[in-house]
């Protein structure tokens, strides 16, 4: 479904005149149909092939488990087409970083707990929303990096709609409430107590932090391969150990089921 969502990226962003050779997308790795990758065609097909392949999976899935399972995935695939295609185009409306914390939040998340328990009790919800706020951050910080030039196109990305500075305020508040969620879940009992580790994350969350405090420098440092992008790399860089953090807390709460209040 990931591999689906970024072809439909690329190929619409194409028809609807956003990428081209001067955007950020083609400045920081090979755009599949602007570097001549791959033709319209064989991408058109490749998108076809992968959404067929994910809907036999989900029709198999809701006959084994339910028909729960059918909504979920129409449901993502619907903010997954309707990020980039008309007349949704929910990247163009300010839309698009809800739609992101909906995927990798109820959606994944959610739909995943159904498939392996065959039910949906109302605390999954709540558990979802820890990791759906940090992957919102990267998508966050990757149309701060692109504020300008989405701007220009008039692409209204969130951060167009809400403005540079605030953008940047409003991504630092996100990632800070990463933490507010964990803490909730622990202590309501929802994640083990394990899930603490996260707190050895806290130093990185620190350091994306302060630079998110200050200016995206003029050039590039050495050795650093996803120039013009800035804000989004740091996003990542504290998604990356929170998440790894988060999963190894909940690995370690399978076998050491240790809970708050303390049972």
């Known amino acids: ?14 028809e609807g005149g956003v990428d081209d050779m001067q955007y950020i997308r083609t400045q920081y790795a090979p755009h599949p149909l602007l570097s001549g990758l791959i ?11 992968t959404n067929a392949l994910d809907g036999a999976i989900a029709l198999y899935l809701s006959w084994a488990v339910g028909p729960l399972v059918l909504v979920f995935a129409l449901a993502g695939l619907f903010i997954s087409a309707g990020y980039v295609m008309k007349p949704i185009t929910l990247k163009r409306r300010g839309l698009g970083e809800i739609g992101v914390l ?28 820890p990791y759906s706020l940090v992957v ?21 990305t969130l951060p167009v709609v809400l403005g ?24 309501t009992g929802v994640y083990p107590v394990w899930a603490a580790l996260t707190l050895l994350a806290v130093p990185r969350l620190v350091q994306v932090l302060g630079i998110y405090n200050r200016p995206k420098p003029a050039e590039p440092p050495p050795d650093y391969p996803v120039w013009p992008l800035w804000y989004v790399s740091a996003a990542f860089f ?13 690995i370690i709460g399978l076998f050491l089921p240790v809970y708050v209040p303390w049972r």
């Open 39 to 49: 033709s319209k065609n064989r991408l058109i097909a490749a998108m076809l092939i």
């Open 164 to 187: 540079y500075a605030r953008s940047i305020r409003l991504n630092q508040a996100v990632m800070v409430s990463f933490y507010a969620a964990m803490a909730a879940l622990i202590a």
């Open 1 to 14: 479904a990931h591999a689906a969502n970024n072809m439909i990226n690329d190929y619409f962003d194409v």
């Open 136 to 156: 919102m951050s990267v998508l966050i910080g990757k149309h701060v990096d692109k504020y300008d030039i989405d701007k220009a196109k008039g692409i209204k």
């Open 102 to 129: 909906i995927v990798w939040g109820p959606l994944m998340i959610g739909g995943t707990y159904y498939v392996t328990a065959g039910e949906l009790p109302p605390w999954v919800w709540a558990a979802c929303v």
């Open 238 to 250: 504290f998604n990356k150990r929170a998440g790894e953090l988060m999963v190894l807390g909940l």
